[in-house]
């Protein structure tokens, strides 16, 4: 069985939790990617609006950032320094300290199920806040991934004269839209789910924002 995958009745009495669960470098990069994420998020619908790809859907102005297409892209672009160089910090420490391996790794499609199974009957035990679970590993595993495809297919767009293998590895101009909408679409559903599963587990929160959870597992 998937050690993560334990009931919340079985879980090991509480022990006193020592040393950082994550360090500082994690949690700075963590927030300014969130920042930069959603900043892009919002100014790129609005710059969707200004020549949607899908008839008859543009998104509520309201709900977006830069009040008209020169301003969201001026956020966009300067969300977008931010986001490379802060995400490259983050996999450049993350790889070369062996962190990304044992926070990430291994991962299989049997322990994602069965996690999967083990949340969704309230089972999967939280206690120990060092080890991500099963489903924890594949969304941020996933979203990484979505965050590069995001950077390669904008790259593709933004500059799309200049590197013409990439916009050929996208499929063209005109996919290469579609391909950065949908993966915009998926870090929208990742962040959605994230957020509803740090509110059900508040104690996550703090070990984001202090490194700690407190003086010991409650
Ligand atoms: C905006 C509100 C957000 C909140 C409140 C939040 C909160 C958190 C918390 C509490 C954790 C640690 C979970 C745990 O230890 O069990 C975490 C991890 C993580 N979050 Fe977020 N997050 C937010 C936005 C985002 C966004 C926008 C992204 C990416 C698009 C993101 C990507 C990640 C990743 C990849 C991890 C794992 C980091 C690592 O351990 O290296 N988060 N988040």
Redesign the pocket.
Known sequence: MHTSRLHANAAPPAAPVRGA??PAW?RVT??L??LA??IMMLSGWRIYDASPIFPGFVFPPSLTLGGWLGGALQWHFAAMWLLVFNGLV?LTL?LAGG?FWH??LPLSPRAIVSDLAAALTGKLS?AD?RQ?NAV?KF??LF??C??IVLVLSGLAIWKSVQFPLLRELMGGYDTARIVHFTAMSL?AA??VV??V??AL?PR??L???RGRQGESRS
């Open positions: 669960i994550h994690v963590h927030w990617n969130a994420a959603i983050y993350n962190r926070k990430f939280h806040l991500y924890q969304a941020y979203v990484i979505d965050l870090m990742f962040i994230h957020v599963m740090v587990v996550s929160l070990t984001m924002l």
